[in-house]
C-alpha cells in the first residue's frame, strides 16, 4: 500500500535550519514533489516543488535523492513566523493518478 | 488577482442532509481540486475537474460528487451526510494545462468548515 509519511511534529528555536523529511514509497515517475505550509483557519501555501536533485527558492531548499521515494524541506533560520504545519504533496499511481498529502508535520518554533 | 473563494465560511447541518459547497478558482485557471481535511485522515484528494470534466478522483463514496461550470467556477456536493463527514473542505486552483502533470503548484481558499449533527 502507498504510504506518503513524516513526523509527526518537530521543536526549532529561531534562527536554526529546519529539515522535514517526506517518505513516499510508490511515487508517480513523473510528477513532482511539492511541500506546503498551512497555519491555523487558513488553506495551504505553496512553498516549493521539485522533480529531482535540489531546488532552492526565497524561503526553502528542497533535496530529492535519485530514487525519489523521499524528498527533505529545508528552511534555513527559522523565525516564530514559521510555526506551523508543513506537508508534502506527491502523486501516487494506484489505479489512476491520485494526490497524496502527506500527514503533516507541525513546527513549532521558540525563541 | 482574485484568490480562491469558497463560500460558505460555516456550515451547519444534520445527518440525512444533503449539502452543496462553492468554489469560485483564480482567474484563468482552468483546474480546480477537491479535499476534506479532519484531524484524524489529514488532507484528502476528492477529486478534480478540468473544462468541466472530471479527470482524477480520489477513495471516497459516491456520496461526495462535484461538477465545474464553464467559468470554471465548480461545486462540491456531499448527499446523505454522516457524522463523518465533519471537516473542512478546501478548494485549489492551479494554472495545470491538459496533459501536464496534476501536482501543479496549487493556490488554496480558506475552505468550508462543516458540522454534521
Known amino acids: 500500500l502507498a504510504k506518503t509519511t513524516q513526523p509527526i511534529s518537530m521543536d526549532s528555536y529561531e534562527g536554526q535550519e529546519v529539515n522535514i523529511t517526506c517518505s513516499h514509497n510508490?511515487?508517480?515517475?513523473?510528477?513532482?514533489i511539492t511541500w506546503y505550509q498551512q497555519f491555523p483557519s487558513q488553506g495551504p501555501r505553496f512553498i516549493i516543488q521539485g522533480y529531482k536533485t535540489k531546488v532552492t527558492n526565497e524561503v526553502a531548499s528542497l533535496f530529492i535523492p535519485a530514487d525519489r521515494k523521499s524528498s527533505t524541506l529545508s528552511l534555513p533560520r527559522v523565525s516564530l513566523s514559521d510555526t506551523a504545519v508543513y506537508y508534502c504533496l506527491v502523486v501516487i499511481n494506484n489505479a489512476g493518478n491520485m494526490l497524496t498529502f502527506g500527514g503533516g508535520t507541525r513546527l513549532m518554533v521558540k525563541p | 488577482k482574485a484568490g480562491v473563494t469558497q463560500t460558505p465560511r460555516y456550515l451547519i447541518k444534520t445527518r440525512g442532509q444533503q449539502v452543496t459547497l462553492s468554489c469560485s478558482p483564480i482567474s484563468g485557471h482552468r483546474s480546480v481540486s477537491w479535499y476534506q481535511q479532519t484531524p484524524g485522515q489529514g488532507l484528502q484528494f476528492l477529486f478534480e475537474y478540468f473544462s468541466e470534466t472530471q479527470r482524477n478522483k480520489g477513495n471516497f463514496p459516491g456520496r461526495f460528487s462535484g461538477r465545474q461550470f464553464s467559468n470554471s467556477r465548480s461545486e462540491m456536493n456531499v448527499s446523505t451526510l454522516e457524522l463523518g463527514d465533519s471537516a473542512l473542505y478546501l478548494c485549489a486552483s492551479s494554472p495545470r494545462r491538459q496533459g501536464h502533470s496534476l501536482n501543479e503548484k496549487l493556490f488554496f481558499g480558506s475552505g468550508t468548515q462543516l458540522s454534521v449533527l
Open positions: 510508490n511515487i508517480a515517475t513523473n510528477d513532482y
